[in-house]
């Protein structure tokens, strides 16, 4: 039995999300470095991230249950599929942190000066297949 990272995250919220389904599934997972990178997110591209170790045996089944997640269509509250205003697509990812906004550039540049954490940005949906940025709701 011997582990392998299978995937890597920035914040612990995913990790669990990701974790919890494989484990539902029957597959053995931990979490290294979860405590480093909730305590100062700093630090996760020093350690590598929170990274999500499987055994190997298990790696073929796991990234069957990951694509089937990547590929299920984010949808509103009435059960509509979210699709791009742009190409219609719905191979979109959620939680895109865009600084494309005066208030991000701004953000940027004063964490730039100040060596601080950028303070601000905006979540939004991103698409995957042409790269076009748009609000949630």
């Known amino acids: 039995m011997s ?19 494989l484990e539902s599934e029957g597959i053995t997972c931990f979490l290294f470095d979860e405590h480093i990178v909730s305590i100062n997110p700093l630090y996760s591209n020093s350690v590598g991230g ?3 170790k499987i055994n190997e045996e298990d790696l073929t089944h ?11 269509p984010y949808t509103t509250d009435e059960g509509k599929a979210i699709h791009c205003p742009k190409c219609a697509s719905t191979h979109i990812q959620s939680g895109y942190k865009s600084m494309k906004n005066v208030g ?34």
């Open 3 to 21: 582990l392998i990272t299978f995937k890597t995250f920035d914040n612990a919220v995913d990790a669990h999300l990701l974790k919890i389904k």
């Open 50 to 52: 929170i990274k999500l």
């Open 62 to 72: 796991a990234k069957e249950i990951l694509l089937e997640l990547e590929e299920t």
């Open 104 to 137: 991000g550039i701004l953000a940027a540049i004063t964490s730039f000066l100040l060596f601080v954490f950028p303070l601000y940005s905006k979540d939004v949906y991103k698409c995957r297949d042409c790269g076009q940025e748009f609000e949630k709701g």
